[in-house]
């Protein structure tokens, strides 16, 4: 299991009606475990729920992590946990940072386009950017400019950073003149609102593979429950047979088998198993066609089995 550490918060902060931007350094207020732009850690709730957010600050900060949370009308308890309980002064577990989005910081020119609570991970790579001199454009889509909590923190790049609020302008941000004005090479960075990543994904879909980077908040497919495959854990020794209606992760659970998770719902990464045999049939949001091809690893939050046997490195 990752390793786990307790962090205090020192600071909590409105950013706007719906989001807390929340200060995280160690009880005895020694260095931390680096990170690097585009990070998210996983706190560890005392209601049991394990959530995953994105660090916005500088990955040169040894001393502190900071993360925003947004108030989702539809949470299944962490954000509405984290808003209405989590005070300064208190202690909370957390994992190391992970990063599954992560900046390439040689490339001539980048392009970040956020949507709504999706701009935190692109804040910390637009630190990051501007630190290395690098050429690049943050895109900074909201529905309402109330809703926009971080134009005072990004107002500091000047013309770098474009906001586009849909009430104002009469419409969505126009992803398809931003991909088509930027120049060869150019790598993308996008997370937001499933709306946007599927545009997105779409007028992107003839850019070089390596160019196209996403971070996907909410699930781009259902799990697979269909089963009726056994698991073959090899470590263990053991077989674990997933019934229709269940997800891997649930079966495991039930045959008294813990394996680290987190979302649930194959967005965060957490649940990464490497597969020894079998083919798995992914649906997470998170591995690129080429990683789902070769098959070596899957999210077994969500992802199933495509052959009657599949063995995993558990």
């Known amino acids: 299991m990752s390793e786990i550490t307790n962090l205090r918060v020192?600071?909590?902060?409105?950013?706007?009606?719906?989001?807390?931007?929340?200060?995280?350094?160690?009880?005895?207020?020694?260095?931390?475990?680096p990170f690097s732009a585009g990070s998210h850690i996983e706190l560890h709730l005392p209601t049991g729920l394990v959530r995953s957010y994105s660090l916005i600050n500088s990955q040169d900060e040894k001393h502190r992590y900071v993360v925003a949370v947004a108030r989702d009308a539809a949470s299944r308890g962490g954000s509405v946990f984290i808003h209405d309980n989590l005070r300064v002064g208190d202690i909370i577990h957390a994992g190391v940072p992970r990063n599954l989005f992560?900046?390439?910081?040689?490339?001539?020119?980048?392009?970040?386009?956020?949507?709504?609570?999706?701009?935190?991970?692109?804040?910390?790579m637009a630190i990051r950017l501007s630190e290395l001199g690098r050429n690049w454009k943050l895109y900074y889509a909201v529905r309402t400019r109330k809703e926009a909590g971080f134009l005072r923190d990004l107002a500091i790049y000047g013309d770098r950073v474009r906001v586009h609020s849909d009430d104002e302008q009469g419409g969505f941000l126009d992803i398809r003149s931003i991909v088509h004005s930027a120049p060869p090479n150019t790598h993308f960075y996008c997370c937001g609102p499933r709306p946007m990543m599927k545009v997105f994904g779409e007028l992107t879909r003839n850019w070089p593979p390596d160019c196209i980077h996403v971070e996907h908040f909410t699930p781009i497919d259902t799990a697979a429950v269909a089963g009726g495959f056994l698991l073959q854990l090899a470590r263990l020794g053991r077989t674990v047979a997933v019934p229709a209606g269940s997800t891997i992760l649930e079966a495991l659970a039930n045959a008294g088998i813990e394996v680290p998770n987190s979302c649930q719902r194959g967005v965060c990464g957490t649940c990464e198993t490497r597969v020894l045999g079998g083919t798995p049939d992914h649906r997470d949001s998170i591995l690129t066609p080429g990683e789902r091809a070769a098959g070596n690893t899957m999210m077994i939050c969500c992802s199933g089995s495509l052959t009657e046997h599949l063995v995993l490195d558990i």
């Open 102 to 124: 992560k900046l390439n910081e040689h490339s001539p020119s980048a392009v970040l386009i956020g949507g709504g609570i999706g701009i935190t991970p692109l804040i910390s």
């Open 10 to 33: 020192t600071s909590v902060m409105w950013k706007s009606d719906s989001i807390r931007v929340i200060e995280l350094r160690s009880p005895d207020e020694g260095p931390l475990a």
